[in-house]
């Protein structure tokens, strides 16, 4: 299966650059370079990608806002990949809450850009310690004020267990040693989990247990990077 993919970043010589890297792999296929935000909507429209690849701040319609209309149009088919750099890490939370499914520094190696594109096309969240532990926690601890507009109510205890688990970056297979329990066990709790909170991966869920409260900033235990949060592995899919 070949990844379809749109790449936009009002610099040229980094929308050049990661099309062109994208453009040499045989599973993945550039349909569309955008230079701003509302460019990219109208060609993912046309093209429909399985990956969109955003810059975070560009002139006009922003990567974020960008990234929202563009999985809404979708149906959430196309996945949202954000570009950015550790001068705009106030962006991320906003990312992750418009449907973002994961972040890559622009100075990323050509290894880690094939491995986001391909992790995120297979539908999982990839949550970078580089740039998401510590401002996840941060930003979203900020944002907590204001009481939730979701609560835990109808989760069972093993279901909130795990929603902590995976905020705190372990993998399924960490979970299960965790909890003493199987890995099948682990995936249909997380299954369960999404279904009744409504969640489509793993950014989505890391975000709601900060919103709960049931996470804080410093709180990590067992994950590497900051605030204990990491990259999805292979087995980080539901």
């Known amino acids: 299966m070949v990844i379809r993919v749109v790449v936009a970043d009002d610099q040229a010589v980094v929308r050049t650059a990661f099309a062109g890297l994208l ?13 701003d935000g509302a460019a990219a909507v ?3 429209a046309e093209h429909r990608p399985d990956v969109a690849l955003l810059d975070i701040r560009m002139p006009g319609l922003n990567g974020i806002e960008a990234a929202r209309e563009i999985i809404a149009a979708s149906g959430g088919a196309t996945r949202a ?8 890490d106030e962006y991320v939370y906003d990312a992750l809450t418009a449907g973002a499914s994961g972040f890559l520094l622009k100075d990323a190696t050509f ?27 941060e930003f979203t601890r900020q944002r907590v004020a204001a009481p939730p507009a979701r609560s835990v109510e109808g989760l069972t205890t093993r279901e909130v267990e795990v929603l902590v688990l995976i905020a705190r970056g372990l993998s399924n297979g960490d979970i299960a040693d965790r909890l003493t329990i199987t890995a099948h066990t682990v995936k249909t709790h997380i299954n369960r989990l999404f279904a009744k909170m409504e969640l489509r991966d793993r950014a989505q869920a890391v ?13 990590g235990a067992g994950g590497s990077g900051a605030d204990g949060i990491r990259a999805a592995g292979p087995d980080a899919g539901r």
């Open 111 to 137: 290894p880690e850009l094939l491995h986001a594109v391909r992790v995120v096309a297979d539908g999982r969240a990839l949550l970078s310690p580089d740039i998401t532990g510590r401002l996840i926690a």
């Open 42 to 44: 109208r060609i993912a």
């Open 207 to 219: 975000i709601l247990a900060y919103e709960l409260g049931l996470v804080v900033a410093g709180s």
């Open 81 to 88: 990949l954000m570009l950015t750099t550790f001068g705009l």
């Open 23 to 35: 453009g040499t792999q045989p599973d993945i296929e550039v349909v569309g370079e955008a230079e």
